[in-house]
């Protein structure tokens, strides 16, 4: 256990590492697609009751990919991925990836996602020209009954390599394993809500808080008796 002022000062600052996890995700409760990422620590030793102090060992982070739910937009342009994998993104960065569908078209009649980055298909990017659009449960589009390109998906061997781009897609450094996503339907007219869970979010936000606030306590009576023990050695000398 953690006894020393130190040592509480630095399972206070870890404290407020994971409360930034969990804000993250409250901020992007509504966002399409968003993923879940929470910070866990690895303890040694035995564990002890909840809001006890600990010797910690290292930390991590880890996204949850489970499936958020889909809603119904009517809008063909919007398309939703049942089961595993990512959207392709062309980047100036380099490809990224992601969960969110709501996709529009350029003054080029390319297909973009909202902040205006290519979406890639198979062959490249994807020009739509013509009125009636449709998407089959494979991700490929049909323009006029015409076969236009068919959506990239992409799928990871270790997808918890994957780390956050500042546009809220995920970027692969070469760790994750990139493969072709196989278990997956492609639905039109639907986009996946963000897979926050708020109420658990906000439960965790207040036992963290609770929890530092017992750390700045720890630390105040301890530096009063650190306060005491000086002054009677003080009189004894």
Do not use: W
Not at 63 to 81: E, H, K, P, W
Not at 85 to 108: P, Q, V
Not at 168 to 183: S, Y
């Amino acid at each position: 256990m953690l006894y020393n002022i130190t040592d509480i000062a630095r399972a206070g600052a870890r404290k407020l590492s994971q409360l930034d996890y969990v804000t993250n995700n409250i901020a992007n409760a509504s966002t399409s697609g968003f993923k879940a990422e929470r910070m866990y620590f690895s303890m040694k030793g035995k564990e002890t009751q909840q809001g006890a102090l600990v010797e910690l060992g290292s930390t991590v982070s880890k996204m949850d990919f489970s499936q958020g739910t889909l809603r119904v937009t009517g809008n063909t342009l919007d398309i939703a991925i049942e089961g595993d994998g990512f959207f392709t993104i062309e980047t100036k960065k380099g490809d990224a990836y992601t969960r969110n569908g709501s996709f529009a078209l350029n003054k080029n009649n390319e297909l973009v996602t909202q902040s205006g980055e290519y979406v890639l298909g198979e062959s490249g990017k994807i020009t739509i020209n013509g009125t009636k659009v449709d998407v089959d449960q494979q991700g490929s589009i049909y323009v006029d009954g015409t076969l236009a390109g068919k959506l990239k998906i992409s799928a990871f061997e270790n997808p918890q390599a994957l780390t956050r781009s500042t546009n809220r897609g995920l970027i692969d450094n070469a760790k994750a394993g990139l493969k072709k996503a196989d278990e997956c339907r492609i639905a039109s007219g639907y986009v996946e809500l963000s897979n926050v869970n708020a109420i658990r979010e906000m439960t965790d936000m207040m036992e963290i808080q609770r929890t530092f606030e017992t750390y700045q306590k720890m630390i105040l009576t301890m530096q009063d008796l650190d306060k005491i023990s000086t002054n009677r050695i003080g009189k004894l000398i």
